[in-house]
Structure formats: C-alpha cells, structure tokens
C-alpha cells in the first residue's frame, strides 16, 4: 500500500476515532502501531512496542512512586498523620 494514502486513512481514522471519544493516546497508539505493521511487518511493530515500554518503564524518576506509596501507607498506619495535622494545628492557632 502506498505510505500517502496510509497517512491519509491514518488522519481520517485519527478524526474519527477521536469525536468516537476514544483517548488521544490509545487512538495515538493504534494507529502507530497499525500503520508500522503494514509498511514494516510484524518484528519492528513488535520492536517498536517494546522500545516504548522499555524506556517509559526503565526512567529511574519511577523509582520514587512504590517509596512515596510505601511511606503514605507507614503514615497512616502509625497515626503519625494525625498528630503531625494536629500539632501543625495548635502552632498555626496560636500564631494567630
């Protein structure tokens, strides 16, 4: 098929699939990895999926959000969360 006439039906497709309410980044998705496996074939649209995740999953900036989580959950439990609110509280009040 001719790469023109797929960017084409790719725009089309892109347009409707939008006003259709499906979220930019699925609709984004689809159509890159449709479009690759019919100009490229199967191994790079593979390879193309791969590589994405990879370097989304592999950015050391995620390794904070399971040791925010882990201490939010510390916090609540131990009550800590409550008595840092009320001490914070009574300084503020008296302040005033």
Same mark, same amino acid.
């Given at each position: 098929?001719?790469?023109?006439?797929?960017?084409?039906? *790719? @725009?089309?497709?892109?347009?409707?699939?939008?006003?259709?309410?499906?979220?930019?980044?699925? %609709? &984004?998705? /689809?159509?890159?990895?449709?479009?690759?496996?019919?100009?490229?074939?199967?191994?790079?649209?593979?390879?193309?999926?791969?590589?994405?995740?990879?370097? *989304? @999953?592999?950015?050391?900036?995620?390794?904070?959000?399971?040791?925010?989580?882990?201490?939010? %959950? &510390?916090? /609540?439990?131990?009550?800590?969360?409550?008595?840092?609110?009320?001490?914070?509280?009574?300084?503020?009040?008296?302040?005033?």
């Amino acid at each position: 098929m001719d790469p023109n006439l797929m960017g084409i039906i *790719g @725009l089309l497709a892109l347009v409707v699939l939008i006003f259709l309410g499906i979220p930019v980044p699925v %609709v &984004l998705f /689809a159509l890159g990895f449709f479009g690759t496996l019919l100009l490229k074939g199967w191994p790079m649209a593979s390879m193309m999926v791969n590589r994405a995740v990879w370097t *989304g @999953l592999a950015d050391f900036n995620w390794s904070v959000v399971p040791l925010f989580i882990l201490l939010s %959950v &510390l916090v /609540a439990e131990c009550g800590i969360g409550e008595n840092i609110f009320r001490a914070l509280q009574r300084w503020i009040l008296w302040s005033l």
